[in-house]
């Protein structure tokens, strides 16, 4: 099989989703992209088996139909040197020898047999569909990702929950000591009311490679998933994933419905003062100490081990009892670094329980809550 590519259009395409493949695979053929030409359409495949990313593009002057696996590295290391620029791919469909010619000079490779490469997982019968817009989509996996764990005792921490009604989307995520809920609308579903809840976990590998392609896209997502497999169908790129077997914690049980203080601040001001207090904080626990009275906070930490402490006021909108809370100043950084709006709310009820984290104006189709554990206060 032969066509004519553009350097660079090929590139962009094998980059993005090369992110997938493992440096050390168990199968060998996992080291190697699929290539498959059907017509003028490429087909690009990158997989680590329990996830594969799927893209495909136009090309010029093809010649015959096939498939073949090329060494991924040697294929990226070879293109990233080329300019702007058409090249030739020559296949010998019976030895798969690859042959790429620029108008300067070629490059041979050998190929593997592509009917090696792992088949796609198929859905089952009563797989549900969702479809939402790609913006939508794209906000709740950057407002949860950062808050998922690293737990081999508890996997199903480690991924985004999807929790599916007829009327909405919530996606979830949480590490034990901080938890992000994300609510938005979806264009359209194959759940109805007084459906069972339907949900899945989307392993944190899989949500990354969406939140580095989605800015690219444009248009509507379809997501079709059973109980083992999830395929997210986008303009130019398709996902495949394995889920997350388990069952998610109840996220709702744990979010305080009963918060008599009511605080709201300037986000960048408590951010900042955050970012610089927090440097004098134990190395070890990480405290910073917010105490709230008369619209004002005193944030302040000390390392009693190096003689060094710092404080620091801010005004904020607070009347009623004066509260102190402990938070780990990294924790909440990572928060306030993962909301967009310029004012946020934070509700509280003691120092002993968890506080809550909201935006003071949420962004259209989207409500925002972030939860974060306090620490022990020795005063």
């Known amino acids: 099989m ?88 020559n296949i010998n469909d019976s030895n798969l020898a690859m042959v790429i010619t620029s108008p300067n000079g070629s490059y041979n490779f050998i190929g593997q047999n592509g009917d090696e490469y792992p088949r796609m997982p198929q859905l089952q019968e009563d797989a549900r569909t969702l479809t939402l817009d790609v913006p939508s989509l794209l906000g709740g996996i950057s407002k949860t990702l950062f808050c998922t764990a690293d737990d081999e005792l508890r996997p199903v921490m480690n991924g985004v929950f999807f929790d599916i009604a007829a009327d909405r989307l919530t996606l979830v995520a949480t ?130 081990d190096f003689s060094i402490s710092a404080e620091e006021t801010i005004t904020c909108q607070f009347t009623g009892e004066p509260i102190k809370i402990g938070f780990k100043s990294s924790f909440l950084i990572e928060i306030l670094g993962n909301i967009n709006a310029s004012d946020i709310v934070m509700e509280l009820s003691d120092a002993s329980r968890a506080g809550l984290i909201l935006p003071f104006e949420n962004e259209k189709d989207e409500e925002i809550l972030m939860l974060l554990m306090p620490m022990l206060l020795n005063d």
């Not at 190697?32 to 893209?55: H, K, P, R, V």
């Not at 949500?207 to 059973?226: H, R, W, Y």
């Not at 077997?245 to 744990?254: H, L, M």
């Open 175 to 304: 590490d034990a000591h901080k938890l992000v809920r994300y609510k938005t609308k979806h264009s359209s579903s194959t759940i109805v009311e007084g459906d069972e809840a339907v949900s899945f976990i989307l392993p944190k590998k899989p949500a990354t490679m969406l939140k580095n392609i989605l800015p690219k896209e444009s248009g509507e997502v379809q997501i079709n998933f059973d109980k083992k497999n999830a395929y997210f169908k986008l303009a130019n790129y398709t996902m495949i994933c394995r889920q997350v077997e388990g069952r998610f914690p109840n996220y709702n049980a744990v979010i305080p419905t009963t918060n008599p203080y009511k605080i709201i601040i300037d986000r960048a001001t408590l951010l900042n003062a955050m970012k610089r207090v927090s440097v004098f904080a134990n190395q070890a626990s990480n405290l910073v100490k917010l105490a709230f009275a008369d619209n004002k906070i005193l944030i302040s930490a000390q390392d009693i």
């Open 2 to 89: 032969k066509f004519i590519v553009s350097s660079t259009d090929l590139l962009s395409h094998l980059q993005a989703i090369s992110r997938v493949i493992n440096s050390k695979n168990s199968l060998p053929i996992l080291d190697n992209f699929l290539l498959q030409l059907e017509g003028n359409t490429l087909t690009m495949t990158a997989s680590d088996i329990e996830t594969t990313l799927i893209t495909s593009m136009e090309v010029e002057t093809a010649e015959g139909n096939g498939k073949v696996a090329v060494a991924s590295r040697l294929l990226l290391d070879t293109l990233r040197e080329f300019s702007e620029q058409p090249l030739s791919f």
